[in-house]
């Protein structure tokens, strides 16, 4: 398993939860990292991403004040904290990696086509 992401569980909604993603892949720190979400009867949507210098983050609107990515090169990890959950947070989360030879370009961290690794997915349930 080359992402394995963790950290779901079930809350009530303006609980906090950090999700995990630990990653094995070669090269892990010039990969863009990004986390996408698909909810109950939902499309997969954009969450958030971070970028292999650790110097710019993006974010969906809907979690923007809310929710932070980050990354630690040392542990190979990137992590999404999640705070002031909301019921409509529901979903399986999934991690996401893309290296700058399949994707050299510095746009779309938003669009789920340009990663090419993909973690099993952790799943939140935001009770309210």
């Known amino acids: 398993v080359q992402l394995q992401a963790s950290g779901g569980g079930l809350v009530q909604a303006g609980d906090s939860l950090k999700l995990s993603c630990v990653s094995s892949?070669?090269?892990?720190?010039?990969?863009?990292m990004g986390w996408f979400r698909r909810g109950p009867e939902k499309e997969r949507e954009f969450v958030a991403a971070i970028t292999w210098t650790n110097t710019s983050t993006y974010y969906h609107d809907s979690v923007k004040g809310r929710f932070t990515i980050s990354r630690d090169h040392a542990s190979k990890t990137i992590y999404l904290q999640m705070n002031n959950l909301e019921p409509e947070d529901t979903a399986v989360y999934y991690c996401a990696a893309r290296d700058p030879i399949s994707h050299p370009t510095d746009d779309n961290y938003d669009v789920a086509g340009t990663y090419f690794y993909w973690g099993q997915g952790t799943e939140v349930t935001v009770s309210s």
């Open positions: 892949l070669r090269g892990f720190r010039t990969f863009a």
